[in-house]
């Protein structure tokens, strides 16, 4: 089956700052590429996806970037602030969209 | 608004207790539904899946008579958690997929359950 490994574990950057989070996916037949925010206690929200026909895609301060032929997929967060510390999954999407997830970054923006 | 629903928010009961969790799909007909499994600090894994009319089919690992599933409608699955024990406390979570695979998925709220 697929897997998704994410890194880093954890990042702490300053405010203002931008953050990166990598992700490989083992199997190429995934097609559909989420990033999830989560809070403590929250259901994960989905804030910025991209499939795999696009290399690139931009919403405001996040953007998602994937090379299929590397199997790789990030998420770029420019202007960090306060609340964007949180939880961030990466996941892949195979048949029926079932998603496996990556093991989360925790993210703190320091003011 | 909420395009899933999902009952109850938190429970919290005794050892040996079965729970019955539900996820509603409010917006569209559902003939799929996921139920993943996410422990404090972890990520979230999937058990099963849920099959309108049919049975579940569950990850490797997850045990079938422990973790019963029903989906006996196209807008309704429910999750109920057989004779729990400490160890089943976690924070479970459905989701409605939308039809093709490179689709975003829309999460219920989500259930806390803690077994005493």
């Known amino acids: 089956g697929e897997n998704v490994e994410q890194h880093p574990s954890t990042l702490s950057v300053q405010e203002g700052d931008s953050a990166v989070i990598k992700c490989t996916y083992s199997?190429?037949?995934?097609?559909?590429f989420p990033w999830y925010k989560q809070e403590l206690g929250k259901r994960p929200q989905l804030i910025i996806d991209i499939r795999s026909n696009v290399g690139e895609k931009k919403d405001q301060r996040i953007a998602v970037t994937l090379n299929k032929t590397a199997k790789h997929f990030s998420l770029h967060i420019t202007e960090t602030q306060p609340e964007d510390s949180a939880v961030y999954f990466c996941a892949a999407n195979t048949n029926a969209g079932k998603s496996t997830f990556g093991d989360g970054t925790t993210l703190t923006v320091k003011p | 608004g909420a395009v899933v629903s999902q009952h109850p928010s938190w429970v919290i009961c005794k050892s040996g207790t079965s729970v019955k969790i539900e996820c509603r799909s409010l917006d569209f007909q559902a003939t799929t539904m996921f139920w993943y499994r996410q422990f404090p600090k972890q990520s979230l894994m999937l058990m099963a899946t849920?099959?309108?009319?049919?049975?579940?089919?569950?990850e490797q690992g997850v045990e079938k008579d422990k973790f019963l599933i029903n989906h006996a409608s196209l807008t309704l699955s429910t999750l109920t958690v057989t004779s729990a024990h400490p160890e089943d406390s976690s924070f479970y979570i459905c989701s409605v997929p939308r039809e093709g695979s490179n689709q975003p998925q829309h999460f219920g709220d989500g259930t806390r359950l803690s077994i005493l």
């Open positions: 849920s099959n309108e009319g049919s049975k579940a089919t569950y």
């Open positions: 199997d190429s037949a995934s097609n559909y």
